[in-house]
């Protein structure tokens, strides 16, 4: 009787079957392996392990500002063309790597400044906003990229200048513009002479009402170093400088404001001390600011000439007291 011809491995299929099935096997093994493989790399993308692309750190503010100068227009019409496809493509592609999409991408400096801006300039409000606005300085929450929107808070607190006077308001005045003044770097070059400006008009205004004469004295210094900025009415009453050349001076366009924020710190000198170790430095000031008449108001000159005129009279009285004492010392001498 006829009977198959078996294998080696004792199979009753032929060899060509046996390695047939053998190769389907191997094919379907590999398969199978290189699956697994593929779910264990997403299995370990999904708990951050190997494979897993590393994640960037949280931040609690994300700024959507750019700097100035980054962005660029497209140079030609295929550049802008791509530029639009990019953009539109970029909306599908941020849904399917799962982030959040752009236009919900806040900063709430940005979006808070506004409000703030308007409450400052209530007197009832000024105390707490600008206790907030503040603390976002020194917590370094104002950057390059939000610190145009907190500008305007700035703007908006000293929109009228008497008010750094209040009492119950100097506080806060002081530490709010202090704190932008010690993270000028965090505002944009253009702002730098606006933020000397208010150091004059906010932080020296305010130490002025200092009773200490050695404070006091410092913050005259000061000011008689911004009037140097302006010139005077005529060459000859210009102070030399140490190394013989031209005095500088501000440009016309600026000298205006400049002139406004040095009177409000005359006055407040003129009018808050009238104890004898101030008046040699505040003579020294109505001076130097009445040499120099033709940059202040009509007003404000007004004022200046009425200082000029205590001052004159009170240097005549001066000389008077000195020579009476000094012939009263002659006499005793030859007495």
Sequence with gaps: MWAPRTTNAGSWAPRALQQAAASSAASSASTTQGIGIADLLEKRKDVGGIGAARKKPKSEFVYPIPPPDVAAAPASASAAAATGAAEASAPDAAQEAGAAPASKTKDEIVEAAPRLAEHIKSAAKFVKVATMACTLLEEGRVTMYNSEAFFAILEAGVADPKRIRNKEMRSAYRRLYGAALQRKDAFHTKRQAQLRLWHMQVINQIDLFSKHADQFA??????????????????????????????????????????????????????????????????????????????????????????????????????????????????????
């Design 218 to 335: 410092r913050i005259t210094k000061e000011i008689r170093h911004g009037l140097l900025l302006l010139p005077c009415i005529t060459p000859s009453l210009e102070p030399p400088t140490r190394t013989g050349a031209p005095r500088e001076h501000l440009p016309p366009g600026a000298r205006r404001v400049w002139a406004d924020s040095l009177f409000d710190c005359l006055e407040v000198g003129m009018v808050q001390h009238k104890q004898p170790w101030a008046a040699t430095e505040l003579n020294m000031l109505v001076k130097t600011a009445y040499d120099r008449r033709q940059n202040f108001t009509d007003k404000q000159t007004s004022s200046l000439a009425e200082w000029e005129r205590m001052r004159m009279e009170s240097s005549r009285a001066e000389r008077k007291e000195s020579e009476r004492t000094d012939s009263t010392k002659r006499e005793g001498l030859l007495g």
